[in-house]
Nanobody, 122 residues
Framework: VQLQASGGGLVQAGGSLRLSCAASGRTFSSYALGWFRQAPGKEREFVAAVSRSGSSTSYADSVKGRFTISRDNAKNTVYLQMSSLEPEDSAVYYC????????????????WGQGTLVTVSS
């Protein structure tokens, strides 16, 4: 599985942005998927995860109520809808795949996509 993230950009605080991660391969629905982020000088951190069917999700406390993860298995794509963005959300966002939801959250991960940069201005 190859993952390609997109949708990053510059947005004002309080604004919204939607990230997409498109996957190649016919086994997309066999993997749980997630989003991580890494700000300059900080370690990469978990943001959100969705199960293989899309019926279960998990979020970091810092984004609960503001971010929504979803997936479309017919389009081989996972999304991260980000609202009420804060400057602290600025980071490079990465998508990742693992065999189940909890491995997305805690690792190990099977695949990583390249990052997409999100910058939130105050």
């Amino acid at each position: 599985v190859q993952l390609q993230a997109s949708g990053g950009g510059l947005v004002q605080a309080g604004g919204s942005l939607r990230l997409s991660c498109a996957a190649s391969g016919r086994t997309f629905s066999s993997y749980a998927l997630g989003w991580f982020r890494q700000a300059p000088g900080k370690e990469r951190e978990f943001v959100a995860a969705v199960s293989r069917s899309g019926s279960s999700t998990s979020y970091a406390d810092s984004v609960k109520g503001r971010f929504t993860i979803s997936r479309d298995n017919a389009k081989n794509t996972v999304y991260l809808q980000m609202s009420s963005l804060e400057p602290e959300d600025s980071a490079v966002y990465y998508c990742a795949a693992a065999l189940n939801l909890w491995r997305v959250v805690a690792g190990p991960h099977d695949y990583w996509g390249q990052g997409t940069l999100v910058t939130v201005s105050s």
